[in-house]
């Protein structure tokens, strides 16, 4: 499982935005660092019960992973 999802996320990375300057984190850290977060999303969603519709869930994971959890950047500007 852990394999596949490092294989999604790095595919994914690499559609979004292939330029490795743009990156603030190394490519190899940023894919484990999702892959992460996708199983441990994963595991949640099915000892909840799956509260939610899989495709809202890939629709939340990718939401989260391009802009991460907030509408605007809690930071500032």
């Known amino acids: ?7 999604i996320v790095s595919n994914g990375i690499n559609c979004t935005q292939s330029d490795d300057k743009k990156r603030t984190v190394p490519l190899e850290m940023a894919i484990r660092i999702f892959a992460t ?3 441990e999303m ?6 909840n019960d799956m509260p939610y519709p899989p495709k809202f869930m890939a629709t939340q994971l990718m939401s989260i992973s391009v802009k991460g959890p907030y509408v605007d950047n809690p930071f500032g500007s």
């Open 1 to 7: 499982m852990k394999e596949i999802l490092i294989d």
């Open 37 to 39: 977060a996708f199983l």
């Open 42 to 47: 994963l595991v949640w969603w099915l000892e």
